[in-house]
């Protein structure tokens, strides 16, 4: 744990080859991450940009698209694995999380397979199978939870999504007949950058609305009181110079919860973060934002809708470009 009175963790949301091999390595002997997440987005990044994937490409010889990128993925998911293995060997998290191919977000039979497939792949207990919280979504986590499969479910935007992944994590745990260890990512700071401009005019405090709808959802998970599930605070990077680098992690730091963000925002909050929690916040104080929100004739619902499909297809858009790179 980052700070373990708090049981708050922070994990990197980042893989790469060369860094898994060096400062990985450091920030992990530094006890200042316990975990990691990737995403398609950032996989792309990664073997577009980096030399470190050339030779084990050049070897892969003639197989499909997806099965390279999948031997990508995977090698850099087992390296991830095994240098967080004694955290996970201690229960000190230690996870790292892959995410099913994004276009299968609305095929519930098809993320399952691919679920199972990769964690039989991976070989590593603390490999969490990341799922988007859609329909089909929510049956797959129930069903690769109960096979025992950690899962994090992605892409939380709204608290009936959260409620409807923290229901698939409870009844699988009843199925499996034991704890299995799962996350709820909820998505922060996209949240801001598509009101903070509107808001601003209007004179309605800013960079406050991805926080408070976070808060709200956070509260709702913890009296769900789910064993074995949290809430992972993620999309904690910030956008806006006039914020510190760190101000997502600090506003949101919470009990029992989990924070992935970039490696130079989790840096400025070790350095210069307020290392007291944050959460929870009164009700009335998130009541009384929206329905300032409200007032100004923004339908906030609809603004989490187009969050939460724009971000499915940022992840097909970054799947489709390593594709067509391989």
């Known amino acids: 744990m980052y700070l373990k009175e708090l049981k708050f963790s922070l994990w990197a949301d980042f893989i790469e080859r060369d860094y898994l091999d060096h400062e990985f390595k450091e920030l992990i002997q530094s006890k200042i991450i316990n975990g990691a997440t990737s995403n398609p987005a950032i996989f792309k990044n990664a073997i577009l940009s980096s030399g470190a994937y ?18 990508l993925a995977i090698y850099d998911i087992q390296k991830a694995a095994d240098i967080l293995n004694p955290l996970y060997e201690k229960g000190d998290d230690g996870y790292v999380s892959i995410e099913v191919d994004p276009f299968l977000c609305d ?14 792949q991976i070989k590593r207990k603390n490999v969490m199978i990341k799922v988007p919280a859609t329909q089909a979504g929510y049956i797959a986590m129930r069903e690769l939870a109960s096979s025992g499969i950690p899962v994090n479910a992605t892409l939380i935007f709204k608290k009936e999504q959260a409620i409807l992944c923290a229901e698939a994590f409870r009844d699988a745990a009843i199925k499996y007949g034991a704890k299995v260890d799962s996350v709820i990512s909820v998505f922060v700071s996209r949240i801001d950058r598509a009101l903070d401009g509107e808001l601003a005019k209007a004179g309605v405090d800013v960079a406050l609305s991805g926080i408070y709808n976070s808060a709200d959802i956070y509260a709702k998970v913890q009296e769900m009181g789910v064993d074995g599930c949290r809430v992972l605070f993620a999309s904690t990077g910030v956008k806006d110079d006039l914020l510190p680098p760190h101000y997502y992690i600090e506003k949101l730091l919470a009990y029992n919860s989990v924070n992935t963000a970039p490696i130079d925002t989790i840096k400025a909050f070790h350095l210069n973060g307020v290392k007291e929690s944050a959460l ?18 923004i339908d906030f619902d609809s603004v989490l809708d187009k969050q939460i499909a724009d971000g499915l297809k940022s992840f097909k858009d970054a799947f489709k470009d390593i594709l067509e790179s391989l």
């Open 280 to 297: 929870p916040i009164q009700p009335q104080v998130i009541k009384e934002h929206f329905e300032k929100i409200k007032a100004l004739g």
């Open 54 to 71: 050339k030779e084990q490409l050049s070897k892969l010889g003639s197989i499909s698209p997806k099965e390279k990128y999948e031997a």
């Open 107 to 120: 095929d519930a039979k098809a993320t399952i397979a691919e679920g199972k497939r990769l964690f039989s």
